[in-house]
């Protein structure tokens, strides 16, 4: 009886608790109810708390979900980040990579290197004064002659026999002024006398001037023909070097207005040499009378000469714009040669220190001469003013500051204010090779 009754109980209870939708775990067995005493009622008896299932059944969830929650997390953040890295490379890749450098020079003392041409002190082509033919020439080029030496001498017998005739003339002259002169003095006792007339006297008299003034004219000629004669001997007008010679024995000398002559020999003066060279207005202001120079030569790379400067056009020439300046320089050494191309080494005061930069950063615009400078990451475009062109760089004088970045190779459609990434090559690499970084 007891047992039919607890049985009952038991499936009650079961029946209750499924009621109530919980379920029983599968870790935790059914423990048997104890026995109730004979008698007693289940509702009377304080059954044994059953083991909570759904908080453990929660807390599974929880994990779950913060799994759940982390994965998700961690996948848009990896894709924020991919899209992130993907905008800035394309930003990047949109942004043109420029090469820039900065100017050299604009410290300490500036020179400005210009050509110039060498000349001697005097240089002179030596003419005939008197036609003939070459008798014989005693200097040849490159020969040293004094002051006053003989180079040559021209054979001219058709002067001989001018020079003949005129002596010739003279001795008749003074012939009529002898005879005229003892006419005169006696019509002029006649006269005293009145045998003779005024009329006829007077035309003696006349007669005497007359003869005076054929004879001092045919004086005149014969000194003439002598001192032609006399250019039969040429001599050197003053010391220097025979620098060419363009006669030979025998050879046909012209000399008069209706001629073309010929230049016998070409004399110069190089124990002082004058160096020319043609100053930039720019430079002007660096121009002083009686400062020394630098001078180069290619023929002597190692040595460098120096002279003064002497004296200046004092106007600058409208062809060229420069101002022609002329440069003294002792030669007593004789290895600088005229007409040698030689360099001459201007220093500059401080307001023309000009920066040089290559020929390649330049931009030729509407508005004028340009440079690419950047700055923050961006392009200014800057007007500059060229000074001086030295072919593979240019002198900067207006327009840039020796710590501006430029750019080099600048695109025709480079603009003002354009993002650029600047590319920086470390030269000093141990691999040999170049490091690029962008910034």
Known sequence: MYDDHDQRATRNENAGMRDIGTELLPDEPVRPQAAMPHGAVSGD????????????????????????????????????????????????????????TTPTGGGGQAQVVLPANVAAFIDTPIYARTSGYMQHWYADIGAHVQKGALLAVIET???DQQVMQAEADVKTAQSNLQIAGETATRWKGLLAKNAVSRQEADQTFSNLNASQSA??????????????????????????????????????????????????????????????????????????????????????????FYGTLARSSRAVD???????????????????LPGAYAFVHLDLPITLQALRVPSNTLLFRGQGMQVGVVENGRVVLRDVKIGH???????????????????????????????????????????????????
């Open 157 to 159: 017998p058709e002067l």
């Open 215 to 304: 004879l001092s004219a045919q004086e005149a000629n014969l000194k003439r023909l002598q001192e032609l004669q006399q250019f039969e001997r040429i001599h050197a007008p003053f010391a220097g070097v025979i620098t060419a010679r363009n006669v030979d024995t025998g050879s046909l000398i012209e000399a008069g207005q209706n001629t073309t002559q010929k230049e016998l020999f070409h004399l110069a003066a190089t124990g002082r040499l004058r160096v020319f060279v043609p100053v930039p207005e720019v430079y002007q202001s660096a121009v002083h009378d009686g400062a020394r120079v630098e001078i180069t030569v290619d023929a002597f790379p190692n040595e460098k």
């Open 45 to 100: 008896t304080a059954p044994t708390p059953p083991v909570s299932r759904s908080r453990g059944g929660l807390l599974v969830g929880l994990i779950v979900c913060i799994l759940l929650g982390s994965f998700i997390f961690a996948g848009i953040r990896s894709r924020a980040k991919n899209e992130q890295a993907l905008t800035q490379s394309t930003d990047a890749s949109a942004t043109p990579l420029v090469n820039v």
């Open 318 to 336: 409208p062809a060229s714009r420069t101002l022609n300046v002329e440069v003294d320089v002792d030669n007593t050494t004789g290895k600088l």
């Open 389 to 439: 062109d030295y072919g593979a760089s240019v002198e900067i004088t207006e327009g840039l500051k020796p710590s501006d970045r430029i750019v080099l190779d600048p695109s025709d459609s480079l603009e003002n204010g354009d993002p650029v990434r600047v590319q920086v090559k470390n030269l000093g690499s141990s691999s040999g090779q170049d490091k690029r970084a962008a910034e």
